[in-house]
């Protein structure tokens, strides 16, 4: 096979765009939640899937642009062979029609020294956290409950240096797939409204939230 | 996956490129080898624009190597060789450092003519791949490659007098040593980062010699 | 009953009190008899106690007798009479002053003690003031003068009780066969809500019985729809036995359907000739048979369930059949799906699927050739196609892409080269997998039915096989041992027969690896190769123990006759004395051969070496008959052989 050809295949159709809904529940509801899920998504029948990464900000500056760009380095602490190098867009929430927010969305993994390699591409370091949860999925539609705890000591993952941040879970339902594709909104919303009222998925305005803290 | 080693062969005065090329390929050919289709390495480079990135004055360079020996990895070296080995994914992740955006100019953006490569002929003879390249850079033939991969073993100590043999009959005596890349790494085990360190290295040399007179064709 | 000695009976004048038995029987049991004559349906029947024989009774009676109080008695008796002994004795001299009835007058005050306070506990225990006392039947007591007052009693509560139930239980059969009327239907929907998927639409209730929430992507949607059977009842024929409750399925899952898998040989390469094609041939044995419109919902339901799953993996076999790019093609007729297995061996897939309807038309008594292993291969398959749509293991880090295996998601940072790449993106179809399995079986059985085949025909040396027991649906291994019968121990001769898919693979004892093809005839060529070449191991192992010198020995012996297949072995062996030479020649077609040299002493033409060293060289080879000898095989009869020539030299044979 011509090798161009083998490149074509495996480089087929980018998925890069991400299609989300985000939520949250207080952790006193979180088994209510989780067996609801179980309930809905594919992999019911065996031990649900937890999963723990730690993630790593990185930002690039520039003298013209007081917003950095940046990239986010994920490591998983349950496959710790398993790191990966993340780009996120800016969430779109377009109008009311539109059931999801988009962003734009690259997740390339890497091998393990990603952090020292874009360390000498110019990034640096904003801040880094874990996240511990539980993974679901319905055909493509990916749901993770997560929770997120803060480091105490710098590149320490361990849980006896970890702390949660608050005591709530996030909810996310997501898909990624190629730009275009927003039948896959109606599907998601859809599976939203099943998990009525255990958490209400929506379309979170960051920009508000950030407004908000400011 | 076993040892690679590159080494480049000479074009002699009065040759063309293609000339050796037949000839070596000839020569392969006569030895039993198989053709097995064609091979591609390929390297771009990317320079940082230092006034836009705060973090390092100095400015970076990162070449982004492919091979088609490992389809689905993307590899992207740094000028401290720092060798990162990705998903081809890695790609769009450079465009957005390349991307001028919302009045912000942008933090890399690609060398023009610097994209050199090496493309040709791969073989099989026995537990051996021969892979007879010439090397164009911006689409002007600059010389030859010459890799050789030795299936069976991953430690280059183990294997080094049997390449060498093999080497030699070809590109003479530049493969009395193993490739000055895999000096510092003679025991441990071999992986593909190696190879395109190796490449790296030939790609820059030729690169310093497009100051000179490409070779007669 | 009758207490022989009353307890307050003075002892010197003991009185005997009787009291007579009731002339009654005891009650054993009250029997409910049914009698359609009696006015309430049924009688009460008693069954007697039959009375006590003497026998019988004097041991009830010595039961009952206090030996410990009848002890006290006789101990006071001794005193008291030891003491009116003393008294006749003595006189009247010591206690003048006693009056003669003074020991009845205290046992008489004593018992009237007694008897009062047995007046009163009866009194405070018969009062309706209960929590002072109560009294406990004791078990002894059973004899009740007053039983058949009880008995009487009894049997009236009985009656009562008795009629208190039926009411109670026609009241129930009344309520229940409300229920049965109007209620049945919401509970059996309760029953298949809790077993099948169902959901409302409008008036009419449709269930799902696709296979899609457990990850098939058939296009069939598999619904049936709920109703009242008395919905129906206007229809005629559908009558209350079978519950309110019907299912109606989609007329094309109607009945019953199965996956026939056949291997059938054909005679000659030419597949048009043989081949049936007349399609849809229904050979529905009666097991399957369509549903029997009595049955109950359930079952109806798992057939038809049945029947999607097999039109599924049939679909998605012709589907493959028809994408897939062999060199020869496969067919794809009707219900039947043809593919050439081996040269003559086809792989014929039939989907039978009967509506019910048409099921009295054919019953051709076809042989059925139904090969169950791969049927539940295929059932297999198509589930573990569905298990692997749906379950995708888990993204590490969770933010990568989902539905992509570890190994694909590191094919980037590990560098994988392009062959391990196409070897992860190549999935095989499930015609490709099922007809491998298929070769497989073909093989094994082939390899089975030759080795068993030349066992059984081959008396000297004798074949034994032992198969292993781990094997799997593409790979089948057996050791082959070949021995002489009586030396087993000495010589054995064994290999390894691994059977894949279309080859076989053949290991033999000091390691040397044969490629087979399919063909039978190659392992029966390699089995007998093997047994020419053991009994020359046999020779072999014989002479050494006869102290013969092996002079040449050669497992591919270049002259004589072409042997059909394989090579002849040989085997050159020269007797302790030097004077005589054996040569053996095994070969896989033509037998065994023993020729024999012998020095000719009287060889008058040798006249340039007279020499008696120089005797044997140039002497002509005789053949030995083996079959003259005595022996039960080769390796006896050889043995004889070697021990004649050993060390006689006069004699000679042959």
Redesign the interface.
């Known amino acids: ?4 050809m ?2 074509q ?3 087929a159709a ?3 765009t991400e299609f989300f809904l985000q939520g949250s529940v207080m952790e006193n509801s979180l088994e209510t939640l989780v067996n609801r899920l179980k309930g809905l998504c ?2 019911a029948d ?1 031990q649900q ?1 937890s ?1 723990q ?1 730690h ?1 790593m900000v990185f930002h ?6 007081p917003t950095p ?1 940046v ?1 986010r380095v ?3 602490l ?2 710790t ?7 996120l867009g800016h969430a779109e929430v377009g109008d009311k029609n539109r059931p999801t927010l988009v962003r734009s969305y ?6 393990e ?2 952090a ?2 874009i360390g ?5 370091m904003d801040h880094e956290f874990v ?1 511990k ?1 539980f ?1 679901f ?1 319905k ?4 749901i ?1 409950v ?1 929770k997120f705890y803060k480091m105490n000591q710098p590149g320490n993952t361990t849980n006896d240096t970890i702390e949660t941040v608050c005591p709530s879970y996030l909810v996310e339902l997501s898909v ?1 797939t190629s730009s275009g594709q927003e039948a896959v909104g109606d599907d998601m919303k859809n599976f939203a409204e099943q998990l009525k009222p255990l958490v209400t998925l929506e379309k979170t305005d960051h920009r508000k939230i950030q407004l908000a803290q400011t | 996956m076993g040892v690679v080693c590159v080494f480049a062969c000479p074009v002699p005065e009065g040759k063309s490129g293609q000339q050796v090329v037949d000839g070596l390929q000839k020569q392969v050919e006569m030895m039993g080898a198989t053709k097995s289709g064609n091979f591609l390495v390929d390297c771009e480079t990317y320079q940082s624009n230092p006034q836009n990135v705060t973090q390092t004055p100095q400015q970076c360079v990162v070449n982004i190597l492919h091979n088609s020996e490992h389809p689905a990895s993307c590899f992207s070296v740094t000028e401290s060789g720092q060798i990162l080995v990705s998903d081809l994914l890695f790609e769009d992740l450079m465009s957005k450092l390349t991307m001028a955006k919302a009045g912000r100019e942008s933090f890399y953006s690609q060398r023009k003519g610097f994209k050199i490569e090496s493309r040709g002929q791969r073989y099989e003879v026995g537990d051996f791949i021969i892979k007879i390249g010439s090397v164009s850079l911006a689409s002007n033939f600059r010389g030859i490659l010459i890799e050789v991969e030795y299936c069976p073993c991953v430690i280059l100590n183990e294997c080094w007098n049997m390449m060498k043999e093999l080497l030699q009959s070809m590109v003479g005596n530049s493969a009395e040593t193993p490739p000055p890349v895999l000096k510092h790494k003679p025991d441990t085990v071999y992986t593909p980062s190696d190879t395109i360190l190796q490449y790296l290295d030939h790609f820059n040399n030729f690169r310093k010699a497009v100051s000179a007179p490409p070779p007669s064709r | 009953m009758a207490a022989p000695y009353s307890q307050f009976s003075p002892s010197p004048t003991p009185v005997n009190v009787c009291v007579e038995a009731v002339l009654e029987s005891q009650i054993q049991e009250v029997r409910v008899v049914e009698k359609p004559d009696a006015p309430d349906g049924h009688e009460i029947q008693e069954v007697y106690v039959p009375p006590l024989s003497m026998s019988e009774n004097l041991t009830k009676l010595a039961q009952k007798i206090d030996f410990y109080k009848d002890e006290s008695d006789e101990k006071g008796k001794p005193t008291s009479e030891g003491e009116k002994e003393e008294e006749e004795k003595t006189g009247a001299a010591f206690q003048p002053s006693l009056w003669p009835w003074d020991s009845v007058r205290t046992k008489l005050r004593t018992s009237l003690t007694e008897m009062s306070v047995l007046l009163d506990i009866l009194n405070v225990s018969s009062s309706k003031e209960k929590r002072y006392m109560v009294l406990d039947p004791v078990q002894q007591n059973a004899p009740d003068p007053k039983l058949a007052v009880q008995l009487m009693s009894k049997r009236r509560a009985l009656q009562s009780a008795a009629s208190v139930l039926q009411s109670g239980a026609e009241r129930l059969r009344k309520s229940h066969a409300e229920i049965n009327n109007k209620n049945d239907f919401h509970l059996e929907l309760l029953n298949v809500r809790q077993k099948w998927r169902l959901k409302k639409t409008g008036t009419s209730i449709l269930g799902d019985l696709s296979y899609r929430s457990v990850g098939s992507r058939y296009m069939h949607n598999g619904v049936f729809e709920v109703v009242k059977s008395s919905d129906l009842t206007a229809e005629g024929e559908f009558l209350a036995q079978r519950g309110s409750l019907d299912v109606v399925v989609p007329t094309e899952l109607e009945g019953g359907a199965y996956i026939q898998v056949e291997v059938k040989s054909v005679p000659g390469n030419c597949i048009t000739d043989t081949m049936d094609l007349t399609g849809a041939i229904l050979r529905v044995p009666s097991g399957i048979g369509p549903v029997r419109s009595e049955t109950y919902w359930q079952q109806k339901l798992e057939k038809a369930q049945n029947v999607l799953f097999c039109k599924e993996i049939f679909a998605q076999l012709a589907r493959e059949a028809v994408q897939s790019k062999a060199s020869i093609p496969h067919l794809v007729v009707g219900n039947q799906i043809i593919t050439n297995v081996f040269p003559g061996i086809q792989l014929s897939i039939v989907l039978c699927h009967s509506t019910g309807k048409e099921r009295e038309k054919k019953l051709p008594q076809y042989k059925m050739d139904h090969n169950h292993v791969l049927e539940h291969s295929l059932h297999q398959l198509l589930r573990e196609n569905h298990f692997k749509n749906i379950n995708f293991p888990a993204p590490h880090p969770v933010t990568a892409l989902v539905g992509l295996t570890k190994k694909r998601r590191l094919a980037g940072p590990n560098a994988l080269s392009r062959k391990q790449l196409m070897d992860m993106s190549d999935s095989e179809s499930m015609l490709d997998q099922i007809i491998k399995q298929t070769k497989h079986n073909v093989l094994r059985l082939r390899t089975m039915q030759t080795i068993d085949g030349i066992a059984a025909t081959l008396s000297d040396p004798q074949l034994t096989v032992h198969w292993s027991c781990c094997n799997s649906s593409t790979e089948a291994s057996c050791r082959v041992i070949i021995t002489s019968q009586g030396y087993d121990l000495r010589v054995w001769h064994s290999f390894v027969i691994i059977i894949g898919v279309d080859s076989l693979k053949v290991i033999i004892k000091e390691g040397r690896v044969f490629f087979l093809s399919f063909e039978e005839k190659e392992l029966q060529d390699f089995i007998m190769w093997q047994v020419s070449q053991h009994q020359i191991s046999v020779s072999q192992n014989l002479a050494r123990l006869m102290g013969w010198q092996i002079m040449s020995t050669s497992t591919a012996m270049g002259v004589s006759d072409l042997e059909s297949s394989g090579t002849a072995s040989s085997l050159i062996l020269a007797a302790p004395n030097k004077e005589r030479i054996l040569a053996i020649k095994s070969g896989p077609s033509s037998g065994i051969k023993v020729f024999l040299q012998q020095s000719q002493k009287d060889n008058k033409n040798r006249v340039i070496l007279p020499d008696d060293k120089w005797q044997s060289v140039g002497a002509d080879y005789q053949q030995v008959d083996l079959s003259k000898f005595e022996g039960r095989n080769f390796a006896s009869k050889l043995e004889l052989l070697l021990a004649t020539f050993s060390h006689d030299l006069s004699s000679s044979s042959s």
């Open positions: 096979m011509d090798p161009s083998v490149q295949t495996f480089k980018p998925l890069t594919d992999n065996y899937e999963f990464d993630e690039i500056k520039n003298t013209s642009v760009l990239f994920r490591h998983s349950v496959q062979e398993c790191w990966s190098l993340r780009y690259i997740d390339c993994p890497t091998s020294n990603v020292q390699f000498e591409l110019g990034f640096r996240v949860g993974y999925h055909g493509r539609m990916k993770t997560s990624v």
